[in-house]
């Protein structure tokens, strides 16, 4: 991934293309050109995706094959760089010109607009991914720069998740997991913990700040996380993480391909289909296939169940325990998606799983992994994600009527400075 | 309306910054972390209210590897003896202290690693954040120790010091919590001693030896042994400053575990031979990196307590037959 003044001109281009698309797919009648228009949008759209992104990865791998023949390709050896929220924008592009073409949405009245839309620097490198609907009509209302309590708050709970609670936990989790051999399991579990939560809190965070700030320059972002670490199944956790990009796989991919209208067989197809080109979004490495592949499977299994009406008796007990069962699935994921060398997610996996009962944290680099802080930070996210969750209004809103607010924010003030790493961390979803 | 969410939003949050950065001095010293020794090692040197005249420095191989009571004990003449060695203390850090020693001093035993000499020496800003912090003021004779940028940052201002050392409590934080598994590690004990703050007490596995080993060993055998330039000149220029105040300047290379076989004997013989060569009236190297056994230390590179003994035996062996 990089930031590379030449790239600009693939925003550009994937700009003027999809903007003019656009207008010819609306302006159009015949069914056939319309249908050329849009397969020219995303024909350039994917096109430009699948080269920056797994450029180099589909060539490693063909790399792999032939060699395993006997035969050694000459071919020059391809170093495609990343370039920054190419995932992004591209799928918002092609959302574009796809709900023109259904008839959803009217064009941008500008190619200015649309430049807006598409190059918005709160949401550009890492989501949300914003559909046009959500977007231009907001063009119309009169801007103007309002610095409202709660796009504060947000901004202000994003850095604080991102920068003190993910860039902390970060330090723990990429020691642990860059040799788990080393460690007993019980370092393993903890490290898993946190990049359970440090992903949330990275990925929540930064859209956070992205939605607070769109919010004061005028425009209003749906939510992209909604609890997903409260979900009891996959179905649910899709709905409440990463909702932008679940609702684009399941608008654009899941849906066309036939979503659950036909046999069960092809439910299952479209859903595994769905989720690991949905893990393949997230990075060109057979890790994100498999992550994919595990969460199609879960949904999968989850409709399997809803179909033979297994029912559990829906007490509290059962629902906590529900939680806990699918989350700890959830972490186990999480592992996949982290570990992108296959031998240490195999080490990681197998600590994880079969617990080794070894307590003795002597001769382990103790004064390295930061626990204590580690399990303190986890104990601060559970506990305010836990009122979050119970409450029926957001902290933030609470934070506004409260008479202590000042001393709430002048604390959390305190607790952002104390907890600023001085090393940085990139936002994870950077790299996607 | 701007403006009031502005002042009752936003100014709050940077007024909540604004009081830990003021307030970070005092609690870097009020808070125990890692560093709470240097505190003890400044006010020794600054008081000089204990009589000693031969200082101990190095790293955490000299906490456990020398008690200075038992190593005055075995010299032929009266001594007073400090163990002024530190975690991770490395010769730059130690230079910070040279500015406090006068010519009522006999001997500085500077002990280093031999892998050190093989880089250039570096003031690691977190070190001199940590001095400063501590109430440290570099004299002017420091300048001679350190680079140009090295002297520049240690005498930053507090503030901007105070914010690259924002990240003390999580320090103190995994610091008291490690009390909890590392019975072994006695704070009080290495935050007050000044003659011997062992921290290596706990006999670890065979499993946890030999990672250690595994992981310390090269991954290939080294065979000739190249010092860096810089560190050399060095050594060369905090052996001129204590001829020029009349103290007496010993460097001692600390003993490798034999069972780290890749530091083959070509590389330590070049290594003293090297040695050998560079020693003058003002520079004393004494080469200890053979003189003890695979059993006699505690892990990878600390002496256990059969090798503390011989240790100081062979340390005593040499200041004894010294002026």
Redesign the interface.
């Known amino acids: 991934m990089w930031w590379n003044p030449a790239f600009i001109l693939l925003i550009i281009g994937s700009t003027l293309i999809d903007y003019t698309a656009g207008y010819l797919i609306y302006t159009n009648k015949s069914k056939l050109y319309r249908l050329i228009f849009l397969s020219t949008s995303l024909c350039f759209n994917l096109g430009i995706l699948v080269f920056f992104k797994y450029g180099t990865f589909f060539q490693d791998n063909l790399f792999i094959l032939f060699r395993s023949i006997g035969y050694h390709p000459s071919w020059v050896n391809l170093n495609i760089i990343l370039p920054v929220g190419i995932s992004f924008y591209t799928f918002q592009t092609m959302s574009y010109t796809i709900d023109i073409y259904r008839k959803n949405l009217e064009p941008a009245k500008s190619i200015l607009d649309f430049s807006l839309y598409v190059s918005f620097f709160p949401q550009l490198v890492a989501g949300p991914i914003v559909r046009a609907h959500d977007f231009l009509p907001s063009l119309d209302r009169t801007k103007q720069i309002k610095f409202d309590p709660q796009s504060i708050l947000m901004i202000l709970g994003g850095l604080i998740k991102k920068v003190a609670i993910a860039d902390n936990l970060a330090y723990n989790v990429d020691i642990v997991y860059s040799d788990p051999s080393h460690y007993p399991s019980i370092i393993i579990i903890l490290a898993s913990l946190a990049f359970y939560v440090q992903i949330y809190c990275d990925f929540s965070g930064y859209t956070d700040i992205a939605i607070g700030i769109a919010k004061i320059l005028g425009y209003n972002f749906p939510p992209n996380f909604n609890h997903p670490y409260f979900s009891k199944n996959p179905s649910e956790f899709w709905k409440r993480w990463h909702i932008s990009l679940s609702s684009w796989l399941k608008d654009y991919l899941y849906i066309p391909l036939g979503g659950n209208r036909y046999t069960q067989f092809l439910t299952y197809r479209n859903l595994y289909i769905t989720m690991i080109l949905g893990g393949l979004w997230h990075g060109a490495s057979w890790n994100f296939v498999l992550w994919g592949f595990l969460h199609g499977t879960l949904l999968v299994l989850h409709k399997i169940i809803l179909k033979f009406k297994i029912s559990i008796p829906y007490t509290r007990i059962m629902q906590l325990l529900s939680v806990l069962f699918f989350q700890g699935i959830i972490i186990l994921s999480w592992i996949i998606f982290r570990q992108t060398n296959y031998s240490l997610m195999k080490q990681t996996l197998r600590k994880f799983l079969f617990f080794d009962f070894n307590f003795s944290l002597s001769g382990i680099g103790l004064g390295n992994l930061r626990i204590f802080s580690t399990i303190f930070l986890l104990v601060i996210f559970f506990t305010l994600h836990f009122i979050s969750h119970k409450s029926k209004i957001p902290i933030s809103q609470k934070l506004i009527f409260t008479r202590l607010n000042t001393i709430f924010l002048i604390l959390a003030g305190i607790f952002l400075f104390l907890f600023w790493p001085t090393k940085n961390n990139p936002f994870i979803y950077f790299q996607f | ?2 403006i009031e ?2 002042i ?3 100014l ?6 604004a ?3 003021m307030s970070l001095p005092y609690l870097y010293k009020l808070l125990p972390n ?1 560093y709470s020794r240097t505190e003890l090692i400044i006010s020794t040197l600054k008081n000089r209210n204990n009589n000693a005249d031969i200082v101990l420095f190095g790293s955490s191989i000299i906490m456990s590897g020398i008690n200075s009571k038992e190593l005055t004990n075995k010299l032929n003449k009266p001594h007073n003896i400090l163990n002024l060695s530190s975690s991770a203390q490395t010769i730059k850090e130690s230079s910070l202290y040279y500015q406090y020693f006068d010519s009522t001093y006999n001997a500085i035993l500077q002990f280093i690693e031999h892998d050190k000499l093989l880089e250039d020496p570096v003031l690691l800003n977190s070190v001199s954040r940590n001095f400063r912090l501590l109430g440290y003021v570099p004299q002017f004779s420091t300048q001679t120790f350190l680079s140009s940028d090295e002297f520049k940052y240690i005498n930053s201002n507090i503030i901007s010091l105070s914010v ?1 050392s ?2 003390f ?2 320090n103190t ?6 009390r909890i ?2 019975r ?1 590690l006695d704070m009080t004990k290495i935050n007050n001693d000044l003659f011997y703050p062992n921290t290596y007490t ?1 006999v ?2 065979s499993d ?2 030999s ?2 080993i595994k992981q310390y060993n090269p991954s290939e055998p080294v065979l000739s042994f190249s010092p860096s330039n810089k560190y050399i000149e060095f050594l060369k220029i905090i052996a001129e400053y204590f001829e020029s105040i009349n103290v007496s300047f010993y460097v001692i290379i600390n003993p490798i575990n034999p069972d780290l076989f890749n530091y083959t004997e070509d590389y330590k013989n070049n290594m003293c031979d090297f040695l050998s060569s560079i020693q003058s009236p003002n520079l004393t190297i004494i080469d200890f990196s053979n003189i003890l056994n695979s059993n006699m230390f505690i ?1 990878h590179w600390h002496p256990n307590a059969i090798g503390k003994d011989k240790f100081e035996i062979e340390l005593a062996r040499v200041l004894n037959s010294s002026k």
């Open positions: 309306m701007n969410n502005i009752r939003y936003i709050p949050i940077l007024l909540g910054v009081i830990t950065l890692d690259d924002r990240d409590l999580i934080i995994n610091q008291q919590s490690r598994f590392r072994d706990q670890l596995s946890k030896y990672r250690l892990d």
